[in-house]
């Protein structure tokens, strides 16, 4: 098989960047591992999606239908319940319904989205029970088959699956006991405690977490500890819960292991403001980039990624001089990490505090000189910013900080 | 009463008063969250959403405006019950639940989950 572009994902990065490639005139060939479009969207039956993207507020599978709606639409080539097993450039291996397929293109976008942190990964002691889950596996369960995990629930970790999954879970009869999130904040957004935790009365005990998990076959309760500054649990403070399933929701993990050995990575992969890696015609946007906190911008990100992708593909795209982009020690990172130095238009950085911070202002500096500046009323670590800079006022390296 | 909106990511600090007999909302900054702020002060209501399972498919459905947060298991009680039917997404399934308004509308369905 031949083609211009070929999208590896079929989640909301997947889809929109498809959709922009092609329209750029592009060929376009989407692949999927699910018998359906929407990725994780799909499962995530809550509301709050799209009142950035569309402007409404959407569920997850009407946000992935309105998107899957128009893929359909165009002429783009879906290719469902198919598996990358290998891309290099300008090649990709999947294997599809009808066997290995070979497919030769000239850009590659690359949008497989994220995978759950397990309870190996964060240590997690006592012996291997069933019962323990990660939160979005729950949320599957639920949401698609209609399987409840337990009755007595305790969840690890406050971010917004693991609160949107204890509002599920209580609704669904499940009783969630306790919360346990070893930071002094939650990395979830404001708005999912609000309704999903304090709605509902469920404990959240920060600066907490999960000694050991206890039971015969099956978990049986949980032992927690309050931890000190440097995270250690402080032996004194073990309590017992009785509970027969724990949800762990600690973090996503970029499933990008399908890039070629030789990209460029630092903390995340290396992309430039196209979202272009260090390896020529290879493209990278969502959830496998980084961690976004709504699916509206894993989509507005696809759209750049698919835009150049296409542009690439059809040889219309420019090579440009490139800056990097520095930031303060108050910044946890930056994306994109590289400038082309372009004429004209706009570029956003995306990025994420170190810290909690009021009334401040993210500045973006060029030397000395102050290219772009915004206030923000509350900056916090659970919640990306952005700020737009213009192309033309780049002289030189980038230098991005939270000030006054 | 200090609370945080709901209505979108931002999550604004709201603060809800009762002035001279008018309810005063602080905080906000833009007007879903003084519309979210008066109703969350006299009666908080939520958009509930689920899904129900049946042997060949799975539907998600939501309300399709808020109802009294109250309310939620009740009427989610009455949703699990509905019957098997072909549906189509965007269909009414349960109109004015619980007399609160608000209709039951199909939002996904899953075929060979």
Do not use: W
């Not at chain 1, 309760?221 to 027969?244: H, L, M, S």
């Not at chain 2, 129900?52 to 459905?61: A, G, I, K, P, S």
């Not at chain 2, 269909?91 to 199909?106: C, E, F, R, S």
Request: charged share 25%; aromatic share 8%.
């Amino acid at each position: 098989m031949k083609t211009d572009v070929v999208v590896i994902g079929g989640g909301p990065s997947g889809m929109s960047a498809s959709l922009e490639a092609r329209k750029q005139g592009a060929k376009v060939v989407l692949i999927d591992v699910e018998s359906r479009l929407g990725g994780i969207l799909n499962q995530c039956i809550h509301n709050g999606f799209g009142l950035k993207h569309f402007k409404e507020e959407l569920t997850g599978p009407e946000f992935a239908n309105k998107l899957a709606e128009k893929v359909y639409q165009s002429d783009i080539t879906v290719l469902l319940k198919s598996y990358v097993n290998f891309i290099g450039k300008n090649i990709v291996y999947a294997i599809t319904p009808n066997g290995q397929e070979k497919i030769e293109c000239k850009a590659i976008v690359l949008c497989c989205g994220a995978r759950e942190r397990t309870a190996g990964e964060i240590y997690l002691k006592g012996k291997r029970l069933a019962g323990v889950y990660t939160a979005g596996t729950v949320q599957k369960m639920i949401n698609f088959y209609g399987k409840l995990p337990g009755k007595n629930a305790v969840i690890l970790g406050s971010g917004d699956i693991g609160l949107i999954m204890a509002r599920r879970l209580t609704l669904e009869g499940v009783k969630v006991k306790s919360i346990f999130e070893i930071m002094g904040h939650s990395s979830g957004l404001r708005r999912n405690i609000r309704q999903c935790v304090e709605d509902f009365e469920i404990p959240l005990l920060y600066n907490h977490t999960i000694t050991r998990v206890v039971g015969k076959e099956r978990v049986e309760g949980v032992y927690y500890a309050e931890v000190d500054e440097n995270r250690n649990p402080k032996p004194e403070t073990e309590k017992f819960i009785e509970c027969d399933c724990v949800l762990l929701s600690v973090g996503l993990i970029p499933e990008n292991s399908l890039l070629p050995e030789e990209t460029k990575r630092e903390k995340f992969v290396l992309v430039d403001d196209e979202r272009q890696t260090s390896v020529e015609g290879i493209f990278i946007s969502g959830n496998v980039l980084h961690i976004h906190d709504l699916a509206d911008n894993a989509t507005e990100e696809g759209e750049i990624a698919g835009k150049f992708a296409g542009l690439k593909a059809l040889n219309m795209s420019k090579r440009y001089e490139k800056v990097k982009v520095y930031f303060s020690a108050k910044i946890s990172y930056c994306m994109p990490q590289l400038i082309n130095k372009k004429e004209d238009g706009k570029f956003t950085i995306y990025l994420r505090a170190n810290d909690n911070f009021l009334k401040k202002y993210i500045v973006v500096k060029c030397g000395d000189v102050d290219i772009a500046r915004k206030f923000c009323i509350g900056i916090t670590t659970g919640e990306m910013q952005e700020i737009e800079v213009e192309y033309e006022k780049i002289k030189g390296d980038l230098f991005v900080d939270i000030g006054d | 009463m200090e609370t945080i909106c709901i209505c979108c990511p931002i999550g604004c600090r709201l603060s809800v008063k009762k002035e001279n007999g008018e309810i005063v909302v602080t905080g906000n900054t833009c007007p879903r969250g003084k519309e979210y702020g008066i109703s969350e002060f006299t009666l908080p209501k939520r958009v509930l959403t689920t899904s129900v399972v049946f042997n060949d498919f799975t539907l998600t459905m939501k309300t399709n405006i808020a109802i009294d947060k109250k309310l939620q298991n009740e009427a989610l009680k009455q949703i699990k019950s509905i019957y098997k039917k072909e549906y189509k997404i965007g269909d009414v399934v349960i109109k004015n639940i619980l007399d609160t308004g608000a209709d039951v509308v199909i939002t996904g369905k899953l075929l060979n989950v």
